[in-house]
């Protein structure tokens, strides 16, 4: 039976993954519809590394994944290795976004996070791409007779392929409340329970009063675990608002913490990762201790609390590379930057990111369970997965004819109307395999029959 599908593929969810799905989606003439729950698109990519937005990070291929760590990495590597960071900002320059690398961090050259919008929706509103927002979806279901009907409560729409863009479970005001996680559960497919990923702490004494903030650039925090084994050491900054730490080096060490299932843990403080404890000892002289830690870059706010930290016993130089942090509690997951858990792995081809057990259902970005450190980890991901994933999409509906979509887009050149041409229009159900002529000629194949609607009366 041949059904009339509405579109050829929904896109749920315009964030990150989303908005670049329908970004490659026109890219490769595929026909979609983009649904999204919030009134306007891409509220988190907006938030993105303070509003500068940090898209990717520099690297190759082995450094990206070391950092993302497994079991991210294995599933990623084909996303990364065909969407690399190279890839992304030769794909943003072509779209008229230029990217420069600030100590490996990828940003819009404008370091505006509203441009990186701008890009997609300029896309997306050149290509006429059907676009809702206030339109939550509600429910997903498999047609008898292959496809999908997406139901939320304005449209109801079917459509051969839909791919699943709805984010994680953190900051839930942009949008991502968990309903992708909802709808693969629905469907019967496995989904890890979500945790904060890189997330901050509170600790047991308030290091400064409330209202005050401090922040100290470059620290080392020490993972272990219940049986003091070390479990992962992370570096970055600092920022200490009362007895709340957050800041790259707490955040990444939360990650860790998470991705590890540690319910016991302990976290050592370095304030001092790029000096040894005798150089550490010279450099703070015999003085008063609060005066010499001001001179070594300590912010003055935080100054007096290490101070009077020391324990008595301990020479001051040894403490402060190794203070013990009392962390009562873990932020919650709503405060997190990215959420640890999702649809799992095992469910989704890391080929083309589709469900294995659910043909033509797709997923890209965070509802998945994957999650990176800080550093443009995370967005990258989204990207990468969308890019990946749509243009496997593409390469389902023209039935599989090659070169591979992706490997077209990340060459950065356009399809080319002979490949555009020979991606055949999507006609509802999958179609019978028509063996081609071979030609008079013999050493090529002959060009397919032209669709129907682009045939010339025969006279
Ligand atoms: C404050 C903050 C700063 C960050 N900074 C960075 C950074 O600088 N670099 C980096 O790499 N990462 C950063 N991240 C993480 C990054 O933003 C996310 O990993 C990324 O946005 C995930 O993209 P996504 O498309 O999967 O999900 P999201 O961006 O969360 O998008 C999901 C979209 O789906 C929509 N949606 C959800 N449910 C439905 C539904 N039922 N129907 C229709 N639509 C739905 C939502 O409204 C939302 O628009 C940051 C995160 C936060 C919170």
């Known amino acids: ?19 670049m799905a329908a970004a490659t989606a026109a890219e490769v003439s595929l026909r979609c519809v983009v649904l999204e729950r919030r009134h306007r698109p891409g509220l988190k990519l907006l938030m993105c590394g303070n509003n500068r937005c940090n898209i990717s990070h520099s690297g ?32 943003f320059s072509r779209w008229g976004l230029l990217t420069i690398i600030n100590r490996d961090r990828i940003y819009p050259a404008s370091e505006d996070a509203d441009d990186v919008l701008h890009c997609f929706t300029d896309i997306i509103r ?25 139901k939320s409560p304005k449209v109801t729409l079917t459509a051969r392929y839909v791919l699943l863009a709805t984010g994680g479970f953190s900051y839930p005001k942009t ?17 890890t329970d979500p945790r904060p990923g890189l997330a901050g702490v509170t600790i047991a004494n308030p290091w400064l009063n409330p209202g005050e903030k401090a922040d100290i650039p470059q ?29 790259t080096a707490v955040f990444d060490a939360v990650r860790q913490i998470s991705r590890n299932n540690l319910k016991d843990f302990s976290l050592v403080l370095d304030l ?54 009392d962390v009562t509690e873990i932020r919650p997951l709503k405060e997190a930057i990215v959420t640890v858990g999702g649809v799992a792995l095992h469910e989704i081809d890391s080929q083309t990111m589709e469900c294995k057990r659910i043909p033509g259902l797709f997923f890209a970005g965070e509802l998945m369970d994957i999650d990176g450190p800080t550093g443009g980890f995370n967005l990258h991901a989204a990207f990468a ?42 006609q509802g159900m999958p179609q019978k395999h028509t063996p081609r002529k071979r030609s008079d000629r013999g050493d090529r194949w002959d060009k397919p029959e032209p669709p129907s609607w682009n045939r010339r009366p025969k006279k």
């Open 385 to 426: 997965t969308a890019c990946l994933a749509t243009c496997a999409i593409a390469d389902k509906r023209g039935n599989g004819h090659y070169p591979r979509t992706i490997d077209i887009i990340t060459q950065n050149r356009h399809l080319t109307q002979e490949e555009l041409r020979r991606r055949k229009p999507f």
């Open 126 to 150: 050149n290509s006429e791409i059907p676009f809702m927002t206030n339109c939550p979806v509600d429910s997903i279901a498999t047609l008898p007779e292959g496809g999908f009907l997406i």
């Open 1 to 19: 039976m041949n059904m009339d599908f509405n579109t050829d593929l929904i896109i749920v969810g315009a964030g990150a993954a989303g908005l």
């Open 175 to 191: 949008g991502s409340v968990g309903d992708g996680q909802r709808f693969a559960k629905e469907l019967g497919l496995d989904v």
């Open 272 to 325: 001092f990762p790029g000096t040894s404890v005798q150089n550490l000892k010279m450099k703070l002289g015999h003085g008063m201790l609060a005066n010499a830690l001001a001179k070594q870059d300590i912010p003055p706010a935080l100054c007096g609390v290490f101070a009077s930290t020391v324990p008595k016993d301990a020479p001051a130089e040894q403490y402060l590379k190794q203070i013990p942090l």
């Open 60 to 91: 190759t291929l082995e450094e990206l994944l070391d950092a993302y760590g497994e079991p991210t990495a294995s599933f990623l590597k084909t996303a990364l290795s065909k969407v690399s960071p190279d890839a992304l900002r030769t794909l």
């Open 219 to 247: 620290v080392e925090i020490t993972v272990f675990d219940g049986e003091r084994r070390r479990v992962a050491v992370t570096r970055g900054n600092l920022l200490v608002e009362s007895d709340c730490l957050r800041g």
